[in-house]
């Protein structure tokens, strides 16, 4: 057994997880939309709209509340609905249920300077200080990221300090496109993330 393996994790129970999912349209991109470097390695199944997208015109006898999901903001919680159902790539259970991702670490924080750039930062929990599948980890839940939100939100994935053993030298590596991008020309690795993300394709659909 890996020295990186927690054999004996704390799961919590799904009926204690916070929730707020609620239906969403898939919307597939257009031919020449952008959704990140990410896209073309592991295909997107969902897409929420672009809460930031100019509102659409009414017709006679329409009200705008018909379509108040189009426009409502994307907060923290709908953020965890999304990545809280991605399985761990050592045991057969979200990381919603072992706390490798907790709404109190997620933050969305609009771009200084900028009109509608979003930055959207998600800090990882590993089970355990030395957890070698820290940066897969990492890698699953920005993919799903990049696959479900509008091009606007920059997403930036990191490891919550003092929670890995080598958490500067893994979050260093989340954040670097190069990186990322040479890592998903790996095909057992894209493998490995596309196994992690059958719960939230099942969410979605």
Same mark, same amino acid.
């Given at each position: 057994m890996s020295d990186g393996f927690n054999a004996n994790p704390t799961i919590r129970n799904a009926s204690d997880l916070p929730s707020r999912r609620r239906q969403i349209t898939a919307h597939p991109p257009s031919s020449n939309a952008s959704l990140g470097l990410l896209t073309s390695t592991i295909p997107p199944s969902a897409y929420i709209p672009d809460p930031f997208s100019p509102s659409p015109s009414w017709s006679d006898g329409e009200s705008p509340d018909e379509d108040a999901d189009l426009v409502e903001p994307i907060d923290e919680q709908e953020i965890y609905d999304l990545i809280s159902p991605i399985v761990d790539p050592e045991h057969p259970l979200t990381l919603g249920s072992l706390s490798?991702?907790? =709404? *109190?670490?997620?933050?969305?924080? $609009?771009? /200084?300077?900028?009109?509608?750039?979003?930055?959207?930062?998600?800090?990882?929990? $590993?089970?355990?200080?030395?957890?070698?599948?820290?940066?897969?980890?990492?890698?699953?839940? /920005?993919?799903? =990221?990049?696959?479900?939100? $509008? *091009?606007?939100? /920059?997403?930036?994935?990191?490891?919550?300090?003092?929670?890995?053993?080598?958490?500067?030298?893994?979050?260093?590596?989340? =954040?670097?496109?190069?990186?990322?991008?040479?890592?998903?020309?790996?095909?057992?690795?894209?493998?490995? =993330?596309?196994?992690?993300?059958?719960g939230c394709h099942s969410v979605s659909n």
């Open positions: 490798v991702v907790n =709404l *109190p670490d997620i933050h969305i924080a $609009p771009l /200084r300077n900028t009109e509608n750039i979003t930055i959207l930062t998600v800090l990882i929990t $590993p089970t355990i200080t030395h957890c070698s599948l820290a940066t897969v980890i990492g890698l699953g839940v /920005r993919v799903r =990221l990049e696959q479900a939100l $509008p *091009p606007r939100f /920059r997403v930036d994935v990191k490891i919550k300090e003092g929670t890995h053993s080598t958490a500067e030298a893994v979050t260093r590596q989340l =954040l670097d496109k190069e990186r990322v991008a040479a890592a998903l020309e790996n095909g057992t690795l894209v493998g490995v =993330l596309k196994k992690m993300l059958e």
